[in-house]
């Protein structure tokens, strides 16, 4: 090459180093907004609000009706994932069919739900009734406290039949029926079958817990007391055994999250398990408005679309593993600042 012909490449326009970057988003952004990109993502985003509703319904339950703030609440569904994950490990072989796996699946629901709701009720008459009327700090350290040992129980029990806590549970794992892992096409959207079962599971949750609230006596027994205790009880109620109950349902719940949390290998039975959600519980009770089960319904799909999309730009766009964690907690930011109840929170709930 001549002088003048390198002299006249070097003065040729260079791109910017960032330059194409603008290209590379509008690119992202495009293919985010097709329709086959965007209806994986809602479906998504559908079947993890399906499991945040279920961890926190239980937890805005009890607020509702009690004023108690329950830190206890993701070491009970860690112990519902444990609990679960025996009944499956036990009742689970490897000739058992799809069908066999999945009636497996309720026994292991049953017995998850009954033996929490069974600890939660003790907990609640021994430990959180005698400090009802004490400030809520009380409240907070009790369970806190709960939160701890229930945890190192958990811990030295994993431990002791020669399991790592920290990892999960890969036994549990395997009693999924195969088809639970198989891709489904439903009108041209691709789920898994597993996504498609959490969806089923989180609205007969829901179902069950607003048919619980609207039609049956103790469901307006709840629904007075978070209005006013003190006038439930005037009226000839044993507000005790109310408090009890919904207590007990609400750890119940928790217990029967945690088995369906077993089965997803992205959540899976393990010590940190009680960490993992308890975190998200309260991002959705606080959003949705604490005490309101509607808010928690309609604050789980905000949350999970939220999470479902930031999870799909960190895996196809931004290098960065806590998009999704940092998005959802800027939304719950965000309704601290505009709406500090909630969505559809009040500004007072169980008599407090």
């Known amino acids: 090459m001549s002088a003048i012909a390198q002299a006249t490449a070097s003065l040729a326009p260079v791109a910017p180093v960032g330059a194409a970057l603008p290209l590379q988003f509008a690119d992202a952004l495009i293919e985010f907004l097709s329709p086959a990109t965007l209806a994986d993502v809602i479906v998504r985003g ?77 907990l609640e008459i021994g430990l959180v009734r005698p400090i009802y009327d004490r400030p809520p700090l009380y409240q907070i350290l009790l369970t806190f406290g709960v939160t701890l040992v229930l945890d190192e129980l958990a811990r030295i029990l994993v431990l002791f039949y020669g399991l790592q806590p920290t990892t999960v549970w890969q036994d549990v794992l395997g009693t999924k029926p195969a088809f639970l892992a198989n891709s489904v096409g439903v009108a041209g959207v691709s789920a898994s079958g597993l ?28 629904r007075a007391g978070g209005e006013d205790s003190e006038m439930l009880s005037a009226l000839g109620v044993d507000v005790n055994r109310v ?35 308890l975190l998200p519980a309260f991002v959705v009770v606080i959003v949705g408005g604490l005490g309101t089960f509607r808010g928690t319904v309609v604050a789980a799909l905000i949350v999970g679309l939220v999470d479902s999309s930031m999870t799909w730009w960190f895996q196809n766009f931004v290098d960065f593993t806590g998009l999704p964690e ?24 169980g008599g407090h």
Not at 77 to 91: D, F, I, K, P, S
Not at 249 to 273: F, K, R
Not at 328 to 349: A, C, H, M, N
Request: hydrophobic residues 60%; neutral net charge.
């Open 46 to 122: 559908i079947a993890e609000a399906s499991l945040y509703v279920m961890i926190a319904a239980g937890l805005t339950l009890v607020f509702g009706l009690m004023g108690v703030l329950n830190f206890a609440h993701g070491s009970l569904t860690m112990l519902g994932a444990y609990l679960g994950g025996l009944v499956l490990v036990a009742t689970v072989a490897q000739s058992t069919g799809g069908v066999g796996r999945l009636l497996a699946f309720g026994v292991a629901v049953v017995v998850a739900f009954g033996a929490l709701a069974a600890l939660g009720g003790g």
């Open 195 to 222: 996504e498609l079962f959490q969806i089923l599971f989180g609205v007969l949750t829901v179902t069950g817990v607003y048919l619980f609230l609207t039609r049956t006596r103790y469901g307006l027994f709840v």
């Open 243 to 277: 408090f009890t109950v919904v207590f007990a349902l609400g750890t119940g719940i928790a217990g029967a999250a945690g088995v369906l949390l077993a089965w997803d290998p992205s959540w899976g039975a393990s010590v940190p398990l009680a960490a993992e959600t």
């Open 326 to 349: 940092m998005v959802v907690f800027l939304v719950l930011v965000l309704t601290l600042i505009v709406k500090p109840q909630g969505l559809y929170g009040v500004s007072e709930v």
